[in-house]
């Protein structure tokens, strides 16, 4: 992705985890694209990317405590929060592109990468594709492998019924009502159509670490393994969160940070 015009408003606010963020936007080839960052200049970059719907708001929970060890990054996607949708058509491939194409704008170096959801599998992409640019890489119930309707049946009978906080309820709605809707369908289609994903899984070769909500309703627990089986080149581990929502990071974020943090530190 080239640049044409390139600029940054910058906003300091103080997020529920009092850690100082900077709002950042930047105009590059026609489109605005958002991310805010926090955490010491010297640190190792840490970047975070969204599940569909999403925007950089559903990392609130987490961004106080990774900055302190991370120069932390939270990306909103194409279409999401406050970054504007691609011109070409959608696909994970696009948005791996796009993700991509910032990092190498950015100049970061080899970062660690946190993908939740579609996030992930726009994580798994990239890391597959390029693994020169990913030190670490952790997925949190990423989308891209499906059960098949008798087992989701199975699953949504027996699934744990457990509360989510109203603060997640509302920072989800908010969210998904801020989404460019146009945005929302052709991602929804991105997620679906892709074939990739498997075979991706197969070429990682950068740690990886997997993280599921035992009560995750929209990507199920069963994946987990599944994915495991399939990284055959890299470190990897899986790691499940007692009542942990499809939103663990969130819901559970206590936990989703002690196993985030002691994976890459």
Known sequence: MTQTIAGA????????????????YIYRDGLRLHYQVAGPLDAPPLVLLHGVGGNVNWW???????????RTYALDLPGFGKTWRLRQPDSIEAKAAFVRGWLDWMGLGKVNLLGHSMGG???????ALHPELIERLVLAAPSGLWLSLSERMRW????????VPLRQTLTIATGSMRTDMVAFGMALRAILA???TSQNLEQLKVPTLLVW???DGVVPPALGPRHLNLIGQAPVRLEYIERGTHNAMFDQAESFNRLVLDFLI
């Open 121 to 127: 599998q726009v994580a798994i992409r990239l890391a």
């Open 156 to 163: 949504a009978w027996q699934m744990p019924k457990v509360k």
């Open 194 to 196: 892709d074939r990739e």
């Open 9 to 24: 408003a910058q906003v300091a606010q103080r997020s529920p985890n009092y850690c100082e963020i900077e709002h950042v």
């Open 60 to 70: 609130q929970e987490n961004f106080g405590e990774f900055s302190r060890h991370f």
């Open 213 to 215: 909500g035992r009560a």
